[in-house]
């Protein structure tokens, strides 16, 4: 059987990374205030110039792709691949779950496409995961939908997911994690430290920068350690003070991390300086 691996663009900054891969990726939409809808891709990110938008505190939104497009993209990976694995937005982050469950539910989809339940893996921790599965599918070392589900659900329960918005009011105007967000909003210097999972956590809220790296550093040594690898992930914009305060945390308590951009999704949900710290298993 030829397996696709279908994600949509919350989980990758640049696509390019999947080229020669089987992994292909549905956009979602981003909504500007003058009502101008674009796919959610790199280039219409630069077109639009929505960084700076978002750092002039101006109004953007997101939104799922549309059933329509769903069954279009199913359409076309079907002409390539035996079934699809298809992983959406966390079902905490969006609708795309369900929309998505519905068109494969088609009567001409049926036994074609397998819909991945996810509430906790979103970003790095998703593109790592399909990169890796890619691999395994095309050295044969995985071979069947069984494989594919237990290598998903082993990933699934060895991985986190943790997010610091930038601007705590657009967080919580979006409707992520808005309970959550509400009771700090009052001290809008902080930072919240929140832990993605089927109900968002709280892991702390701190002044510094500094503080949040420490707390960072302190999770992934008590809870991982060096069987896994962390991904900092950051925009453009991100301030080189922030970024070198994380950099010096993670480096005196010999953690080894990669860097990577965030995918735009998260930026307009939580403004330009949002952090992520993606960790998954080596």
């Known amino acids: 059987m030829k397996i696709g691996i279908l994600i ?6 640049d696509p ?4 020669g891969t089987c992994v292909e990726v549905l956009p979602l939409h981003i909504n500007l205030a003058n009502d101008k809808d674009f796919l959610d891709n790199i280039e219409n990110f630069k077109k639009y110039e929505v960084l700076k938008l978002l750092n002039d505190d101006g109004e ?20 390539k691949y035996d079934h699809i694995i298809h992983i959406p937005l966390a079902n905490n982050l969006s609708s795309m ?41 095309k050295s044969s070392k995985i071979k069947n939908l069984k494989e594919v589900k ?17 601007d705590l009011k657009r967080m919580a105007n ?9 009771s700090v909003l009052s001290f809008l210097k902080v ?21 949040v790296a420490e707390k960072i550093s ?24 922030t970024i070198d305060l994380i950099r010096n945390e993670f480096n005196n308590r010999k953690i080894k991390f990669e860097e990577e951009l965030m995918p735009n999704i998260f930026l307009v949900h939580g403004g330009v300086e949002s952090l992520a710290f993606l960790v998954f298993r080596k």
């Open 97 to 137: 779950f369900q929309t998505s469950l519905m068109v494969a539910n088609d009567e001409k989809f049926e036994g074609k496409v397998t819909i991945y339940f996810n509430e906790k893996m979103a970003a790095q921790v998703v593109e790592r995961a399909v990169l890796r599965l890619s691999e395994k599918l």
């Open 150 to 166: 237990a290598f998903l659900d082993d990933w699934y329960e060895n991985c986190m997911t943790i997010f610091i918005p930038g």
């Open 60 to 79: 953007a939104k997101t939104s799922q792709a549309s059933p329509g497009e769903v069954e279009k993209k199913y359409d076309e990976m079907l002409k």
């Open 16 to 19: 390019k990374i999947f080229e």
């Open 174 to 182: 979006s409707g992520r994690a808005k309970s959550m967000l509400v």
């Open 8 to 13: 949509d663009s919350s989980s990758v900054y």
């Open 218 to 241: 302190e999770i992934y040594l008590k809870e991982f350690g060096s069987n896994f690898k962390i991904v900092f992930a950051r925009s453009e914009l991100a301030k080189n003070k």
């Open 191 to 211: 930072k919240v430290v929140m832990r993605w999972n089927s109900k968002p956590t709280k892991e702390g809220v701190f002044r510094t920068y500094s503080s």
